[in-house]
């Protein structure tokens, strides 16, 4: 069975599960290609409000990029360039930038490329027994900058050398001491507190969910806000959710969100 990004929602919330059997989910050409376009979907989608990302088993989040690939796709500069430009940075790049949250659901795995979705996205609940790196030095290969991106932005350059330079798998519980993680928690429970974190996402507003991730991505720009910006910020004012969230507290009753 060929690799494939699976898709489904329910209630406002997406989930993309990563699906490449017997090859513990490893991403090849074809699903770095089908996740960008399915994000760049959900990105125009008014109706979601959050999206999970998750492995198809327990086994694995997804451990790496399909090297077994590797001499075709990327047999020359040319098409290295191509497959790690056009398409797996572009794949990171489509879930860093969607506006709608995200949550990676991590079991079992995350290795290279799993490691590099999982880090962009805003949210990574993982199970005590999953396990983290990049290991690709003793593949005679580095990570294409490009890709380095989300992990950089994360968890800084001294952990992304540590990660990269001793090529060490870390067990969940140091991924979430160095800042790879949200929170870690029994095994049996990932997917459920996967969807427990998405449901209360999707709870809130959804275009304040949308501004939070727009301003936190621009606050990482250490330039001052511009007075349009600042003006910008209060364009809450003038939605109908905030009415909303106004009049569902002082009547003491659960807010109808709507998106506008």
């Known amino acids: 069975?060929?690799?494939?990004?699976?898709?489904?929602?329910?209630?406002?919330?997406?989930?993309?599960?990563?699906?490449?059997?017997?090859?513990?989910?490893?991403?090849?050409?074809?699903?770095?290609?089908?996740?960008?376009?399915?994000?760049?979907?959900?990105?125009?989608?008014?109706?979601?409000r959050c999206v999970i990302i998750r492995g198809r088993d327990e086994a694995a989040f997804a451990a790496g990029g399909d090297i077994e690939e590797f001499l075709t796709v990327r047999a020359t500069?040319?098409?290295?360039?191509?497959?790690?430009?056009?398409?797996?940075?572009?794949?990171?790049?489509?879930?860093?930038?969607?506006?709608?949250?995200?949550?990676?659901?991590?079991q079992g795995?995350?290795?290279?490329?799993?490691?590099?979705?999982?880090?962009?996205?805003?949210?990574?609940?993982?199970?005590?027994?999953a396990r983290f790196g990049a290991p690709i030095n003793r593949l005679g290969f580095s990570m294409y900058p490009g890709e380095m991106a989300g992990l950089l932005a994360l968890v800084g350059p001294a952990v992304l050398l540590e990660i990269l330079l001793e090529g060490r798998i870390l067990g969940a519980r140091e991924a979430l001491q160095k800042g790879l993680l949200s929170r870690v928690v029994d095994d049996e429970t990932v997917i459920h507190e996967a969807l427990a974190c998405a449901r209360r996402i999707a709870a809130g507003a959804p275009l304040v969910a949308r501004w939070h991730k727009q301003w936190v991505r621009r606050l990482a720009d250490p330039s001052p806000l511009t007075e349009a910006e600042k003006l910008a910020a209060f364009a809450f004012l003038d939605t109908r959710d905030y009415a909303e969230g106004l009049s569902a507290f002082l009547e003491k009753r659960t807010p109808r969100f709507e998106g506008r």
């Open 109 to 129: 795995a995350c290795i290279g490329g799993g490691l590099e979705i999982a880090g962009c996205c805003d949210i990574r609940i993982a199970g005590e027994s």
């Open 1 to 48: 069975m060929p690799g494939e990004i699976r898709y489904d929602a329910m209630d406002g919330v997406a989930t993309l599960t990563l699906s490449n059997p017997g090859k513990l989910n490893a991403i090849n050409a074809e699903m770095w290609t089908a996740l960008r376009t399915r994000m760049d979907t959900i990105a125009q989608d008014e109706t979601l």
């Open 77 to 106: 500069v040319k098409d290295a360039l191509h497959y790690h430009e056009e398409l797996v940075a572009s794949a990171l790049n489509a879930i860093r930038d969607c506006p709608v949250p995200t949550v990676a659901a991590i």
